[in-house]
């Protein structure tokens, strides 16, 4: 079983990211994908979930509007569209999987914000 992230790096506030997580190992399309993330001396905080056709998502009051969570079951891919970063979204992002008792977790992949 593998979650790979991809996609993050150094951006500007302002400025756009897009995260990838790429699965295999599992059934991708069964499962609910998260994204979480944790910033330095921070917990761990759940940000967005999409359900396992894609059809329902949710998002935390922190990134509401400004993130998008999509997932291409066919690529066995979830993605995180990040925009209008802003330097408390700084953190290190990773890609969850979840169904009924099973969890897996994806290395994480660092972002970070500033000028």
């Known amino acids: 079983v593998q979650l790979v992230e991809s996609g993050g790096g150094l951006v500007q506030p302002g400025g756009s990211l897009r995260l990838s997580c790429k699965a295999s190992?599992?059934?991708?399309?069964?499962?609910?994908m998260r994204w979480y993330r944790q910033a330095p001396g921070k917990g761990r905080e759940l940000l967005t979930t999409?359900?396992?056709?894609?059809?329902?998502?949710d998002y935390k009051g922190s990134v509401r509007g400004r993130f998008t969570i999509s997932r291409d079951n066919a690529k066995n891919t979830v993605y995180l569209q990040m925009n209008s970063l802003k330097p408390e979204d700084t953190a290190v992002y990773y890609c969850?999987?979840?169904?009924?008792?099973?969890?897996?977790w994806g290395q994480g992949t660092q972002v970070t914000v500033s000028s």
């Open positions: 190992g599992f059934a991708f399309s069964s499962y609910a």
């Open positions: 999409i359900s396992s056709t894609g059809d329902l998502t």
């Open positions: 969850n999987a979840i169904r009924s008792v099973s969890e897996y």
